[in-house]
């Protein structure tokens, strides 16, 4: 019997290695069964599991490496397949990105410069804005646009330039029968302060003319009624001077013959008159002349240069000194009316054309003499003319209201309210003072003048007696006559005020 169990053992043994050939048939696990009790059969099956799995696992360690191997052949053999399929591919690739790239380098440093530019554009547009704003505040301010104190220096000092350029060239006349020039007064806008202050000042000079020895000026004023005359005439008459010869050192021109005059210097009618009226281009020619002869005696030739330009009824100089600074006069010339401060001068006119021999009625001297006259009954230095003529001609920018209708209201302000009321703390409500009276007169359609018909002018103003007893000068009159232009102007005058409350704001 034991003999039988070793042989059955040996050959489960035997069963057991070619199970796995076998496929693990149930047959032979069947044939145990029926010899073996059932405990012993599990236990050889048991044995056999255990030793099949040892055999699998020693066999394990070695297929592992040998497929890892394997896999990864594989898997090197395909990535290069892949790489090998993809490369046209990946050119193309490269070749759009690297535009890409460019394309977007491009784009920020086109954004960088465009919002370099932005920048810089939004930059200059505040400096602008500031720029202007501080020019609105400044004309609130003591010291206005162009600065008092340098603005009255620079027009003392050419009016003294210019009386000692005067004062040689009636040295150089003396001797002849041409016009004497008097002292010059200063008139325009420089002088009243209207000259904006980006833009070189102009120093309008009036030079009035006397008539020499052995002549007199007559004025023939024109159309009778009409003020200020615009159509008037100097017209040159020869006086007698028989018995004052010797006095005179001339003979006379009218009782002595021609071979008896000789030598004697010819008069004022041969070369400076057409029909006996006195010409203003020959007039202004002559006074070109002059005033560069007696530059040359001048000590500031030496270290200024000075030129002289002809300008149809002006002179115009250009002056240069030692410091390069510029300086541009312009001399008008005028013939006073008797004793008054009005006078007939050589100034531009409106018309389209002025004969030569016409020499307009002015003003401006009168008007200049009013603001002195203001200026010395000011004891407290309360009132600003310039102050007042600046912030005008800045708000009247652009407009057709001209900075003389402006000032003609605040001359009549002037005597409407007391000096006292005209302090520097008063000014705002002044301003508005001024455009408000601007304001009804257009609404009114008048403006009167303020020298013509007017009682309130002060007496120290000498006016021609038809002056005081004229009725008043509308100088808005063009209202009455074109309904467009009165629209026009009420729209300006809202504008006006605009500006105004514009300059308000920003100053405080």
Not at 114 to 137: F, H, L, N, V, Y
Not at 390 to 404: E, M, N
Request: aromatic share 10%; glycine share 4%.
């Amino acid at each position: 019997m034991r003999e039988r169990e070793v042989f059955l053992q040996e050959q489960m043994t035997l069963q057991w290695q070619h199970v796995e050939n076998l496929g693990q048939s149930w047959i032979g696990i069947r044939a145990l069964s029926s010899v073996l009790p059932y405990g012993k059969v599990c236990s050889l099956l048991e044995r056999m599991r255990q030793v099949f799995l040892r055999k699998r696992m020693e066999k394990l360690p070695l297929s592992l490496p040998q497929l890892e191997e394997s896999n990864l052949k594989k898997s090197r053999v395909d990535i290069q397949a892949l790489l090998f399929s993809v490369l046209p591919y990946w050119k193309v690739c490269s070749v759009l990105c690297i535009l890409f790239l460019f394309l977007w380098f491009m784009w920020k440093i086109c954004k960088k410069f465009q919002r370099t530019e932005d920048i810089g554009d939004e930059e200059s547009s505040i400096r602008e804005q500031e720029k202007a704003e501080e020019e609105g505040s400044n004309l609130l301010r003591a010291d206005v646009l162009w600065p008092e104190q340098i603005h009255r220096d620079n027009c003392e000092q050419v009016l003294l330039l210019f009386g000692r350029l005067i004062n040689l060239c009636q040295y150089l006349v003396s001797d002849t029968f041409f016009p004497v020039p008097e002292l010059p007064i200063g008139v325009g806008s420089a002088y009243e302060g209207w000259c904006p202050p980006e833009n070189e000042p102009i120093f309008r000079l009036l030079v009035p003319l006397s008539a020499p020895r052995g002549h007199v000026f007559h004025l023939d004023l024109g159309a009778a009624g009409e003020l200020p005359a615009r159509n008037s005439r100097i017209r040159v008459d020869l006086e007698c001077t028989c018995g004052r010869e010797q006095e005179m050192g001339m003979r006379c021109f009218l009782h002595t013959s021609k071979e008896e005059l000789g030598n004697q210097h010819p008069s004022l009618l041969r070369d400076f008159c057409e029909d006996a009226y006195l010409d203003v281009e020959k007039t202004v020619r002559w006074f070109q002349v002059l005033i560069t002869n007696a530059w040359k005696y001048m000590p500031e030739a030496e270290t200024c240069t000075m030129s002289v330009g002809f300008s149809g009824r002006s002179c115009r100089i250009h002056l240069t000194d030692i410091h390069k600074t510029d300086f541009v006069a312009e001399t008008v010339f005028g013939v006073q009316q008797e004793n008054t401060d009005i006078f007939l001068s050589s100034q531009e006119t409106e018309a389209a054309f002025t004969p030569s021999t016409t020499w307009p009625q002015s003003c401006a001297v009168a008007e200049e003499k009013f603001f002195q006259h203001i200026a010395t009954h000011d004891q407290g230095n309360t009132f600003n003319n310039l102050r007042y003529v600046q912030v005008g001609a800045h708000i009247l920018a652009g407009q057709t209201f001209s900075p003389y209708q402006l000032r003609t209201v605040l001359m009549h302000l002037l005597t409407a309210i007391p000096l006292e009321g005209w302090h520097v703390s008063y000014f705002l409500q002044r301003m508005d003072d001024i455009l408000r009276y601007l304001r009804c007169c257009v609404e009114e359609k008048r403006l009167n003048h303020f020298l013509i018909g007017n009682e309130d002018v002060p007496a120290e103003i000498i006016l021609p007696q038809e002056f005081r007893a004229s009725q008043p000068l509308n100088l808005l009159q063009h209202l009455v006559q074109d309904p467009d232009s009165y629209e026009q102007a009420l729209q300006e005058l809202q504008e006006l005020q605009d500006r105004l409350t514009g300059l308000l704001i920003d100053s405080n």
